[in-house]
């Protein structure tokens, strides 16, 4: 069956001040690279704006107001030490939640097997109420929360594997056990949260921090170890992905490094599981990855694992 | 498409790890078009598979060789026809 991608120009007027490393680029190398003849059977569509109904499921109101509020009408203004809003920043962000609503409508209603939404701005360390880290709005969270109150997903399965831990979707579902969050990440880094005694009210947070200068025998034995069999006994209706491609060994922000393979191979390892709890059913939403051609190549390798090539 | 690495099935595990090295140390170096690199990581998980079965193979084989009571190899019995 089919792999899908989601995205959409707009995303690219979410701009970031010069030189920052999250910059509408990232997006462009990625475009380039899905062009590929060898990408020619995917499933194109672009990504629509959410309704604030979808991102209040991961949101308090609130928050979602104060955004809106402080969108300016020209130049930049700053919300965190390193997170900026554009005047596209407000439809940006309402289109990269959207894209990933619409993979899981797409991939929970069969009409494809998985899929992959590359949109920025990136979410995973949007807090409910606290934009930080280049993240406005948690899209793996309210991606997760659609499936639960959309098509029913009991329990929804969430693996990050940016070199950054995911505060923001931790935060989120620490209380919730019907949501298992998953991360390997460089510890310390930034956020500085991810320990391994961090495991939520239920038992069902696992982080696996690595070490600077850690590579793809690391990376595969803390998700073979830690990460891999909890997924599995926690039987998910759904996994989605946080892909940043930050552990990227040619990445300027961390100190990971791994290859193109690593994340096909983790790619591959969390379409098993997938496949045996969850109908194959995959969404992966792109977080960050700041070097343009490791985030390029290591697309293209997540992708062609998607579609199991 | 048809398939440019129909080639790997007949490499011996000596070409194929050789060039699957190559082909490592290329995208390690970052020397090659962005486009070009799918093709060339396509290729790599061709050889990257032909070098697993060729070890599977050979370690089957392995596990056929059976001890004398002295525990010395005294030869090797044949694989079960697949």
Redesign the interface.
């Known amino acids: 069956m089919t792999t899908l991608i989601v995205s959409h120009p707009k995303c690219l007027e979410h701009v970031t001040p010069p030189g920052h490393p999250e910059r509408p680029d990232r997006l462009r190398i990625i475009e380039r690279m899905l062009e590929h003849e060898r990408f020619a059977d995917l499933a194109r569509e672009l990504a629509p704006e959410a309704e604030l109904s979808d991102i209040a499921r991961a949101h308090p109101g609130n928050y979602i107001e104060r955004i809106r509020q402080a969108i300016p009408l020209s130049g930049l203004v700053s919300i965190d030490a390193d997170t900026t809003l554009s005047p596209g920043s407000w439809e940006a962000s309402l289109r990269s939640a959207g894209g990933a609503i619409l993979a899981v409508d797409e991939v929970m209603s069969g009409k494809v097997s998985n899929a992959f939404v590359y949109t920025r701005p990136p979410g995973h360390h949007a807090e409910a109420a606290t934009a930080m880290g280049f993240c406005i709005f948690n899209n793996a969270a309210i991606a997760a929360r659609h499936a639960q109150a959309v098509y029913g997903a009991e329990r929804v399965a969430i693996m990050d594997f940016d070199v950054h831990h995911g505060n923001g979707t931790q935060d989120i579902f620490w209380s919730d056990e019907s949501v298992m969050y998953t991360s390997t990440h460089e510890m310390p880094l930034y956020p500085g949260t991810g320990a391994i005694g961090e495991t939520g009210d239920h038992d069902q947070i696992v982080n696996a921090p690595l070490s600077a200068g850690d590579g793809g025998a690391e990376f595969r034995d803390a998700m073979e170890i830690a990460i891999l069999p909890r997924l599995r006994a926690f039987n998910p209706d759904l996994v989605i992905i946080s892909a940043g491609f930050d552990a990227h060994q040619r990445d300027p922000l961390a100190n990971i490094n791994l290859t193109e393979a690593d994340f096909g191979w983790a790619t591959r390892k969390l379409m098993d599981i997938a496949d045996q709890t969850a109908g194959g059913r995959v969404v992966s939403v792109l977080e960050g990855g700041y070097d343009l051609e490791g985030l390029g190549r290591s697309v293209a390798a997540h992708v062609m694992a998607l579609m199991r090539g | 498409?048809a398939d440019k690495n129909a080639d790997v099935a007949a490499l011996s595990f000596e070409k194929a790890i050789g060039e699957l090295e190559q082909i490592?140390q290329k995208?390690?170096r970052?020397d090659v078009a962005?486009?070009e690199?799918?093709?060339i990581?396509?290729r790599?998980?061709a050889l990257?598979k032909r070098c697993e079965m060729l070890l599977r193979d050979a370690e089957a084989r392995v596990q056929k060789i059976t001890l004398a009571a002295d525990g010395t190899p005294k030869g090797v019995e044949p694989l079960d026809p697949s």
């Open positions: 498409m490592v995208l390690e970052g962005l486009e690199s799918i093709g990581y396509e790599g998980e990257k």
